[in-house]
């Protein structure tokens, strides 16, 4: 009679979710084995192990070339096999380009639309989360409603997204749900009790109130749905932990940039979307960050790795792949000489910081960002400084004013990241002002009176980079350049997006060997974590920017 072989480990289902039991007789090789899988843990009362189901493929592919056989228990073996049909499902679900549906709304949805949709149901049916991240202006909140309406078990609602856009949605849901019932909260505290205990199938709500409001907190939410979602992309702030505290049956995550500097951002937004599908941040960052010596992330590596695990759970499309018929945006970069009394005035500013870096060898880059701020103010305009203006105001606003007499008959929207400078800008060429500590009111009636009126000229800061339609204008000016370029991008799409009919006109004023030009040439390299990462190019070791980068720009003549 042939004696069966007992397996070296059998692993088996834990009492606690995410995690493998792990059992095998005592042997000091097998020990060493599983201590290479980072977070395991041993059971001292229960003589076993047990590890993140995550780990159990490295687990495999290390016990075969140690020669060691693992056996896994029918539950797990038709776990893993029902979790690879569902990925392959989802897989699937992102390649179709259109389907038939029936929804309750006078809108006509574009093909993409629908299979976007589509897609939503199928994610959240099989694995209860998912990341919308459609390139900005493809409309990603009418897909997340027409998901709604699909789900009418989907009683209880909330709707997370930036102050400035609560107003946003509600217009939004007008428009195209308006049988939807929904409440907007905000207000005194008093007021925002009533609001939160009001019978609405949808609640919309800033991020702030996660950390002022407790009945957010103890709530039963059937769904929370997370607009601009790298809102909660630092992992270590209050309000990401008390978002992904939330108690929710369903996620879904908005972003038209959902890797905006770094790589665990990403990692951040998909704990919220999928908790463990990453792991821990801590392993996260382990295994994919490449830090120097002194603890600072300089790049990244298995980048192929983490776009394979999060393939399935994500979608994104861009304009020039579902929106062929949607005018294109023309670039110019508009090249300015500062006035002898403005470069004087950066170059001395400029000499300063150099010698301050070099005095403090131990600077973090976030310390000399802070620092190139100050060169960033002065080439847009002294007067953010503190100092007196020449006759005739600065260089740039001379150059926008420029741009309003050549495009008379074209609304121009000029983005600035300075409130200061809006308010300059905007006072000086009787402009329309919009910056982030206008109320949600006051925010609505600037974005009608120059989307409907006379007005040429919309001056707004990063606050009217989220969640605004500006289609009304085609022309689109960069007065200062963002250190992020999905921010440059959010702004264009304020114009660029559906509902636009002429070709949209990018103008970026960049003031010659200043921060201006060197800023554009360092941040290039950052388009290229988002296209490894959401694209399908070569994998490799990203590089972050670094001191000398920064270094070489203040330098730079």
């Not at 792990?22 to 395991?40: E, G």
Request: include cysteine; charged fraction near 25%.
């Amino acid at each position: 009679m042939e004696v069966a072989v007992r397996p070296d480990i059998i692993v088996s289902s834990a009492a606690k979710a995410g995690r493998l039991v792990l059992r095998f007789p005592y042997d000091a090789t097998l020990v060493a084995l599983v201590k290479t899988v980072p977070d395991r843990r041993y059971h001292p009362e229960e003589k076993c192990w047990s590890i993140p189901g995550f780990s159990l493929r490295d687990l495999q592919a290390r016990a075969v070339q140690a020669r060691v056989r693992v056996h896994l228990t029918e539950s797990v073996a038709a776990a893993l096999e029902q979790g690879q049909r569902d990925r392959f499902a989802l897989k699937a679900a992102k390649d179709v380009q259109d389907v038939d549906l029936t929804l309750p709304t006078a809108t006509l949805l574009y093909p993409y639309q629908r299979a976007g949709v589509a897609f939503l149901v199928e994610a959240l049916r099989r694995f209860k989360g998912a990341l919308l991240a459609d390139d900005m202006g493809l409309g990603k909140s009418l897909q997340a409603l027409s998901l709604l309406a699909l789900a009418a078990k989907l009683d209880n609602v909330l709707i997370l997204c930036p102050a400035s856009i609560k107003y946003v949605w509600a217009a939004e849901i007008e428009k195209h749900y308006p049988q939807f019932s929904y409440t907007i909260v905000g207000g005194t505290p008093e007021e925002r009790k009533i609001q939160w205990a009001e019978r609405s199938r949808i609640k919309i709500a800033n991020y702030e109130l996660l950390l002022r409001d407790a009945t957010v907190k103890v709530r039963d939410w059937d769904m929370v749905v997370a607009d601009e979602c790298t809102r909660i992309k630092n992992y270590q702030a209050k309000t990401t932990r008390a978002a992904k505290g939330l108690n929710r049956r369903y996620s879904l995550g908005l972003s038209g940039a959902p890797v905006e500097n770094r790589l665990e951002e990403l990692h951040s937004i998909f704990d919220f979307v999928m908790p463990g599908l990453l792991g821990p941040g801590w392993l996260f960052v382990a295994r994919h960050c490449v830090k120097n010596h002194f603890g600072a992330v300089v790049g990244y590596r298995g980048i192929d790795q983490v776009r394979e695990r999060i393939g399935p759970h994500y979608l994104r499309r861009l304009k020039a792949e579902v929106l062929p018929e949607l005018p294109p945006k023309v670039m110019t970069d508009v090249q300015l000489e500062l006035s002898k009394g403005e470069w004087e005035v950066y170059d001395g500013i400029r000499q300063q910081i150099v010698e301050f870096v070099e005095t403090n060898p131990h600077l973090a880059v976030a310390n000399v960002l802070t620092e190139i701020l100050r060169l960033k103010q002065c080439a847009d305009d002294v007067r953010l400084l503190g100092l007196p203006q020449e006759d005739g105001g600065g260089t740039k606003i001379k150059a926008l004013r420029d741009i309003l007499e050549a495009g008379e008959g074209h609304k121009i929207v000029a983005f600035t990241q300075f409130a200061e400078m809006a308010k300059l800008v905007a006072g000086e060429l009787e402009g329309i002002l919009f910056y982030g500590d206008m109320s949600p009111e006051e925010r609505a009636a600037a974005i009608q009176e120059f989307q409907e009126g006379a007005g040429q000229l919309f001056v707004s800061t990063e606050a009217g980079a989220y969640g605004v339609t500006l289609t009304a204008a085609d022309i689109v000016v960069h007065i200062d350049q963002p250190w992020n370029p999905a921010r440059l991008r959010q702004r264009e799409d304020r114009l660029h997006r559906i509902g636009q009919t002429s070709s949209v006109q990018v103008i970026n004023l960049l003031a010659r060997r200043t921060v201006d030009e060197y800023v554009r040439r360092i941040i290039h390299r950052k388009r290229e974590l988002q296209q490894k990462v959401l694209g399908a190019e070569d994998d490799g070791v990203y590089q972050t920017v670094t001191k000398s980068d920064l270094l070489g720009l203040l330098k730079a003549d």
